[in-house]
């Protein structure tokens, strides 16, 4: 199996991401995920929306979840909306 893969900075850009998690997260917990938005959705499950500013930032987010004991449900890359 062979990948090229870009550059360093190529990767380390911010990008908009989605972080599904089963539960809701109370309000609390905002700190913790770094300025993303916590919606809580009528399923049970918690999304955190926002920016992240490289992968190394994406990592520190999904060990919070897993340091919370809360299930991943699913962690989405979005490209950037142009208005």
């Given at each position: 199996?062979s990948?090229?893969?870009?550059?360093?900075e190529?990767?380390?850009?911010?990008?908009?991401?989605?972080?599904?998690?089963?539960?809701?997260l109370?309000?609390?917990w905002a700190?913790?995920?770094?300025?993303?938005?916590?919606?809580?959705e009528?399923?049970?499950?918690?999304?955190?929306t926002?920016?992240?500013?490289d992968?190394?930032?994406?990592h520190?987010?999904?060990?919070?979840v897993r340091?919370?004991?809360?299930p991943?449900l699913s962690?989405?890359?979005r490209?950037?909306?142009?208005?």
């Amino acid at each position: 199996m062979s990948e090229t893969f870009g550059s360093k900075e190529e990767y380390d850009t911010p990008a908009l991401y989605e972080i599904r998690v089963k539960g809701h997260l109370d309000d609390r917990w905002a700190d913790r995920f770094e300025g993303l938005i916590l919606s809580r959705e009528n399923s049970g499950d918690t999304l955190l929306t926002g920016p992240v500013v490289d992968q190394a930032a994406l990592h520190g987010l999904l060990r919070a979840v897993r340091d919370l004991g809360m299930p991943l449900l699913s962690v989405i890359h979005r490209e950037p909306e142009h208005v």
